[in-house]
């Protein structure tokens, strides 16, 4: 088993981020943590880095594995609101990027 880490910068306060202690893997959110486990006879197992690709998840610019492909375009879009930018070319504004700003 690995052991927690105080003050896990990759896990910070008051976020639904979250590090599975069997594994040691990093998650964006607590169901990206609940897909990449399953129950064996043995109990709760964590899928392998090739099971949880095959099921659709991803990993992030920042490490953190997430639900789908989906997850990592709404994090895009989500950051680039935030600082302002607008839309990006081909995430779903039309491939002529006349979306609007």
Not at 78 to 95: K, L, N
């Amino acid at each position: 088993m690995i052991d927690l880490i105080p003050n896990d910068p990759m896990t910070p306060p008051y976020t639904d981020r979250c590090r599975c202690t069997a594994c040691g893997e990093y998650f964006r959110s607590s169901s990206a943590f609940g897909r990449h486990r399953y129950s064996a006879k043995e109990g709760r197992r964590c899928l392998s880095v090739p099971q949880m690709l095959e099921k659709g998840m991803v990993k992030s610019d920042t490490g953190h594995w997430m639900a789908s492909r989906r997850d990592v375009k709404a994090v895009g879009r989500i950051r680039r609101e935030a600082i302002g930018t607008g839309s990006v070319q081909g995430e779903g504004d039309g491939a002529d990027g006349a979306g609007s700003p």
